[in-house]
């Protein structure tokens, strides 16, 4: 009963370094998102994806690449981390079909600090 | 553009109160709404979904009502408990799937 699952949960980076956020979902969910939060900004989407194969720029783009190469998982890549990209980043994904159209599972969030 | 407001961004009442929690929105063209709840250092955590066509959702204590013309949805939580101390979140789905959150409402109930 894994849900949405985000790996790591927890990383620190220096500035221009690069990383990848993984998150998988079990659901056979078509649509995925990734949003970040911070504090007094809320939540924000980054990028999201229709299906396998589909990414779509979300309002905070910029910075960020994402990737959806198998249906169960959507990649977040940071190609040259800064600090302004520290948060707590989410992925989400939602079922598109039946009765709960639209319902949005989140995973647990990974904490990312960029120094 | 969408606009999603909570009011009160904070709310602290004593443990057996019902309470309302309001979420408001700038454009009625909607799909539906979904009310989340989050702990600190958690994720969201899905509670109602309300699609378009419909006026209440109830999950046990909780119900959540919308009123799509007005541009006004409500989360009730009835005989509140200190377990319901959390981040409550409110989100409309548009056309295009986008989803637009609203700021949230922060709730401590004190035993």
């Known amino acids: 009963n894994a849900g949405v699952t985000q790996t790591p949960k927890f990383r620190v980076l220096k500035t221009g370094q690069s990383m990848t956020l993984l998150c998988a979902q079990d659901m056979n969910h078509e649509y995925m998102y990734w949003y970040r939060q911070d504090p007094g900004m809320g939540l924000r989407l980054i990028h999201y994806s229709v299906g396998e194969g589909t990414t779509a720029k979300g309002e905070v783009p910029d910075g960020y690449n994402v990737s959806r190469l198998k249906k169960q998982n959507f990649l977040l890549g940071l190609e040259s981390a800064a600090p302004s990209q520290t948060s707590v980043y989410f992925c989400?994904?939602?079922?598109?079909?039946?009765?709960?159209?639209?319902?949005?599972?989140f995973g647990e969030g990974s904490r990312l600090t960029v120094l | 553009k969408q606009e999603v407001t909570q009011i009160p961004a904070a709310l602290s009442v004593p443990e057996g109160e019902n309470l309302v929690l309001n979420c408001s929105f700038t454009?009625?063209?909607?799909?539906?709404l979904q009310w989340f709840r989050q702990d600190p250092g958690k994720g969201l955590t899905s509670l109602l979904l309300i699609q378009s066509s419909q006026r209440e959702q109830t999950s046990g204590r909780l119900n959540a009502s919308l009123d799509k013309s007005s541009g006004r949805s409500t989360l009730y939580i009835a005989a509140s408990q200190p377990g319901d101390s959390a981040t409550y979140l409110c989100a409309v789905r548009e056309a295009g799937n986008m989803l637009t959150f609203g700021g949230g409402t922060r709730l401590m109930v004190k035993p």
């Open positions: 454009d009625s063209a909607i799909y539906n």
């Open positions: 989400a994904s939602t079922l598109t079909s039946g009765v709960n159209t639209g319902e949005l599972f």
